[in-house]
């Protein structure tokens, strides 16, 4: 898994070696070229690792674990047209895309390519601003394809897609709307039908914001799963969704939190969640989060989620951070089991953001 990756590093060295030399040798013209290149190119990366003991069935696992290692790179290509590329080098190519603004304001704005959808709070933002280690909630996780339902697999929550968005009433009013495939990433659609995603977002004041969403579709399973026995491998099925949900800003504390429901097939699962950080000292916030999730009503696969914690921003967007997670129930050999599931995380996050001033 390393060699590969430091094979991607030594190219990407390599490359910007050889632009640099050849840069020298260029006329002003080629140089006017790079330099207007370089001011329309922003470049991001970050890096998630750390280690993790956890306490499951009479069992103890302690594990180094590298999460995330994320590169992207935004193409401001005119004042209106963009593209970004992200890969993720310990897993998959993530999300590429272009943006087209149809309005001089922020009203409309249409994407087309491989991005995040818009189902609940939580998922369109970035891992390195979630104060859990274990990032998103647990319906958040199950409902948008992140990874914990078989049926759907391991989508990091991601879709390809078109999405129309855009912003009015200065920034008040936010919607979005979206077809995808429903079948993740990298992945033609598994069945005729599209996936309809849509956003509403609302900012009564400063520092809070409200925010609704739901999804219509119908999807393709790609495997058994012990949470929804009636559906199997290869089976088309009702996949429906909604969420209300709330994120509040202030220098003295942080909180969201959000009520989700699903429906596939004939089962359904719903859950809610609060998460929230408060400042305690210069770079140190604590954090607490409850989480209740039933992965099917039905068959009563309730689990209870608790994380308390303590975070230090040493510069910008980097951080490291301590948590304690209980969780009342787990899966184990195939089986929904409800028992006491302990884990200590421990993570360095490290970010870098690179813009060019103008």
Same mark, same amino acid.
């Given at each position: 898994?390393?060699?590969?990756?430091?094979?991607?590093?030594?190219?990407?060295?390599?490359?910007?070696? +050889?632009?640099? /030399?050849?840069?020298?040798?260029?006329?002003?013209?080629?140089?006017?070229?790079?330099?207007?290149? @370089?001011?329309?190119?922003?470049?991001?990366?970050?890096?998630?690792?750390?280690?993790? #003991?956890?306490?499951?069935?009479?069992?103890? =696992?302690? &594990?180094?674990?590298?999460?995330?290692?994320?590169?992207?790179?935004?193409?401001?290509?005119?004042?209106?047209?963009?593209?970004?590329?992200?890969?993720?080098?310990?897993?998959?190519?993530?999300?590429?895309? &272009?943006?087209?603004? *149809? /309005?001089?304001?922020?009203?409309?704005?249409?994407?087309?390519?491989?991005?995040?959808? %818009?189902?609940?709070?939580?998922?369109?933002?970035?891992?390195?601003?979630?104060?859990?280690?274990?990032?998103?909630?647990?319906?958040?996780?199950?409902?948008?394809?992140?990874?914990?339902?078989?049926?759907?697999?391991?989508?990091? %929550?991601?879709?390809?897609?078109?999405?129309? *968005?855009?912003?009015?009433?200065?920034?008040?009013?936010?919607?979005?709307?979206?077809?995808?495939?429903?079948?993740?990433?990298?992945?033609?659609?598994?069945?005729?039908?599209?996936?309809?995603?849509?956003?509403?977002?609302?900012?009564? $004041?400063?520092?809070?914001?409200?925010?609704?969403?739901?999804?219509?579709?119908?999807?393709?399973?790609?495997?058994?799963?012990?949470?929804?026995?009636?559906?199997?491998?290869?089976?088309?099925?009702?996949?429906?969704?909604? =969420?209300?949900?709330?994120?509040?800003?202030?220098?003295? +504390?942080?909180?969201? %939190?959000?009520?989700?429901?699903?429906?596939?097939?004939?089962?359904?699962?719903?859950?809610?969640?609060? $998460?929230?950080?408060?400042?305690?000292?210069?770079?140190?916030?604590?954090?607490?989060?409850?989480? +209740?999730?039933?992965?099917?009503?039905?068959?009563?696969?309730?689990?209870?989620?608790?994380?308390?914690?303590?975070?230090?921003?040493? #510069?910008?967007?980097?951080?490291?951070?301590?948590?304690?997670? #209980?969780?009342?129930?787990?899966?184990? @050999? %195939?089986?929904?089991?409800?028992?006491?599931?302990?884990?200590?995380?421990?993570?360095?996050?490290?970010?870098?953001?690179? @813009?060019?001033?103008?």
């Amino acid at each position: 898994m390393q060699q590969p990756f430091f094979k991607r590093v030594t190219l990407a060295v390599l490359l910007a070696v +050889f632009s640099s /030399t050849a840069a020298m040798g260029q006329g002003k013209e080629d140089s006017d070229l790079l330099k207007e290149l @370089a001011e329309r190119v922003q470049l991001h990366g970050y890096a998630q690792g750390g280690f993790n #003991y956890t306490h499951k069935a009479g069992e103890d =696992t302690p &594990t180094f674990e590298l999460k995330r290692v994320l590169f992207w790179a935004n193409a401001q290509i005119t004042d209106r047209w963009s593209f970004l590329f992200m890969h993720d080098f310990s897993s998959v190519v993530q999300e590429f895309y &272009t943006d087209y603004r *149809f /309005t001089r304001n922020k009203a409309l704005t249409v994407r087309l390519g491989q991005f995040k959808n %818009g189902l609940s709070l939580e998922n369109p933002l970035s891992p390195t601003a979630m104060e859990a280690i274990d990032v998103y909630s647990e319906g958040v996780t199950y409902l948008t394809g992140c990874g914990s339902d078989p049926l759907l697999g391991v989508q990091y %929550g991601r879709d390809l897609g078109l999405a129309i *968005f855009g912003e009015t009433n200065d920034g008040k009013l936010r919607y979005e709307l979206e077809v995808m495939n429903g079948q993740g990433i990298n992945k033609k659609d598994g069945n005729k039908e599209k996936d309809f995603i849509a956003r509403l977002e609302y900012r009564p $004041t400063k520092g809070l914001n409200l925010v609704a969403t739901g999804q219509l579709g119908r999807g393709h399973a790609i495997a058994n799963s012990l949470y929804n026995p009636e559906i199997h491998e290869g089976d088309n099925y009702k996949r429906n969704r909604w =969420t209300v949900g709330f994120d509040y800003k202030s220098a003295d +504390f942080n909180i969201h %939190g959000e009520y989700l429901e699903g429906k596939d097939g004939s089962a359904t699962s719903r859950g809610a969640y609060v $998460t929230g950080a408060v400042p305690v000292g210069k770079g140190v916030e604590l954090v607490g989060s409850y989480d +209740f999730f039933n992965f099917n009503t039905s068959l009563g696969m309730d689990q209870h989620k608790a994380i308390a914690g303590v975070q230090y921003w040493f #510069y910008k967007k980097c951080r490291v951070q301590l948590q304690y997670v #209980y969780k009342s129930a787990y899966t184990q @050999a %195939g089986q929904f089991v409800h028992g006491a599931n302990h884990a200590i995380m421990a993570q360095m996050q490290i970010r870098l953001d690179y @813009a060019k001033k103008k």
